[in-house]
């Protein structure tokens, strides 16, 4: 049997690299692979575990099939590699850092896919982007709306998903995690 993608989304802010960071051994030892996405780097993505490559290097990679899924988002371009696909095959799940504007297209390939929104309270949200000191304070109030509009969707695109809370400590969340996986794995997967 193929293993399961489990598709990760959240605000920006919502902590989404810390948790794949540290739920990175668990998920090891469950044999679920955590992928590096490919990103045409900017500021914006500083602080996540990606292959940063140029906008011609990307494209390039593009159009010789190297990505499963790609997308671009706030002026960068994303690639999950397609080597993700082989891990499926191989009956291993696979954790990839995704796109809530993507999610439908992701559907399409991965029919089976997990989605999972990470979720974050407003409070907690502002003090991590005032500690990042990447955004203006309008820019902060802009990603504060676009929170609030992840909080008020029951589903995307149609397709209900699972919830994360990330507003408290990380080894709670992470363990949150795992016992999703665990609720949502299939009767007869082992």
């Given amino acids: 049997m193929g293993g399961r993608l489990i598709y990760l989304m959240g605000p920006s802010g919502s902590g989404k690299d810390s948790l794949i960071e540290a739920a990175r051994e668990p998920l090891r030892a469950r044999n679920c692979e955590v992928v590096r996405r490919v990103i045409t780097r900017s500021a914006e993505s ?6 940063e490559v140029s906008r011609e290097e990307f494209e390039q990679r ?44 992701a559907q399409q390939r991965y029919p089976t ?29 802009a990603r504060l709306r676009r929170n609030a509009l992840f909080a008020a969707d029951e589903s995307i695109d149609g397709m209900q998903i699972c919830r994360l809370d990330n507003s408290g400590d990380l080894t709670v969340t992470v363990a949150n995690l795992l016992e999703l996986l665990n609720l949502s794995a299939k009767p007869d997967r082992t």
């Fill in 113 to 141: 896919l997990l989605p999972v929104l990470l979720t974050v309270k407003d409070e907690a949200l502002r003090e991590r982007l005032l500690r990042r000191g990447r955004e203006s304070p309008a820019e902060i109030e």
């Fill in 46 to 51: 500083l602080g996540e575990d990606a292959i």
């Fill in 62 to 105: 593009r159009a010789e099939g190297d990505f499963a899924l790609s997308w671009q988002a706030n002026g960068l371009n994303y690639g999950i590699p397609v080597r993700v696909d082989q891990w499926l095959a191989d009956g291993r799940d696979v954790l990839i850092n995704g796109s809530r504007g993507h999610l439908a297209e």
